[in-house]
């Protein structure tokens, strides 16, 4: 006798029975990424907008007409970019071991793989993010993502097209390596969205992650990162500070943050 169908596998079976694995593995995952950054990411733009919650904006805001043209090359890079990415890299995927047939992963599979990408993700991620801050990277690729100082949380993936490979391949490369579920990956994905989106909101509320979660880098500890002189800047981890607490690269904000320096002298 077959075991019982939870809620949850009952919604993939339905997803799964209208959609073919590639139509879920590109368009479906390109829809469900637009869908969760953009609405995540819309608020901290509405608030520098119109002026809300002011007094836990970590710098000053930035215009509408800048906001817009964020907006605008945001669009064209992610069809331009992003989408063929996730349709050419599905074979490889599949091959690596992909899969969205029934039984979903039991949770703790799905956590601990996860959790798996964020470390390695964090790794690459570090390294990379350290080498597009020497002269010639950052002047020719990495400046790109740097022209808001001021950053909000839909400038988190506005970027050269060169970096947003970059930033895909760390981002792809720890799931490459465990061939997982296609429902352990959406997670994954949403996750990576809504912790860079915060990271770049350019807010530090008393509700922030940072407050609560060890090692957690967040809103304050990556607006530092813009707001310097990209030879200072430091703070070049993408989610968790172990890396920079590690190899000494925290230590300009941390000197900052004890200090209650005013920061924005280095610009």
């Given at each position: 006798m077959a075991a019982p169908v939870?809620?949850?596998e009952s919604a993939w079976q339905l997803v799964t029975a209208n959609f073919t694995e590639f139509q879920l593995a590109t368009v479906i995952t390109f829809l469900l990424h637009e869908?969760?950054?953009f609405l995540s990411g819309l608020p901290s733009l509405l608030f520098e907008r119109f002026g809300l919650f002011a007094k836990y904006?970590?710098?000053k805001s930035n215009t509408s007409a800048y906001q817009n043209r964020c907006v605008l090359r945001l669009?064209?890079?992610h069809v331009c970019v992003n989408l063929p990415v996730m349709i050419f890299s599905y074979p490889a995927f599949k091959f690596m071991g992909l899969r969205s047939s029934l039984p979903l992963p039991?949770?703790?599979v799905v956590v601990s793989q996860v959790l798996f990408y964020f470390v390695l993700e964090d790794f690459i991620f570090y390294w990379g993010h350290r080498a597009l801050h020497t002269k010639w990277l950052y002047k020719?690729?990495?400046s790109v993502h740097h022209e808001y100082a001021t950053p909000f949380g839909l400038t988190s993936e506005y970027a050269h097209p060169a970096e947003i490979l970059f930033l895909g391949f760390a981002t792809i490369v720890g799931p490459a390596l465990t061939g997982p579920h296609l429902f352990t990956l959406w997670l994954w994905m949403v996750l990576r969205v809504l912790e860079t989106v915060e990271a770049h909101s350019g807010y530090h509320f008393p509700w922030s992650p940072s407050n609560?979660?060890?090692l957690y880098g967040g809103s304050d500890f990556h607006d530092y990162h813009h707001r310097v002189l990209y030879t200072k800047s430091g703070n070049y981890a993408s989610t968790f500070v172990y890396m920079d607490?590690?190899?000494g690269t925290d230590k300009d904000y941390r000197k900052a943050k004890a200090g209650g320096e005013n920061e924005g002298k280095n610009l």
């Open positions: 939870s809620g949850l869908t969760v950054f904006k970590i710098q669009i064209l890079y039991h949770w703790t020719h690729v990495h609560f979660l060890p607490w590690l190899f």
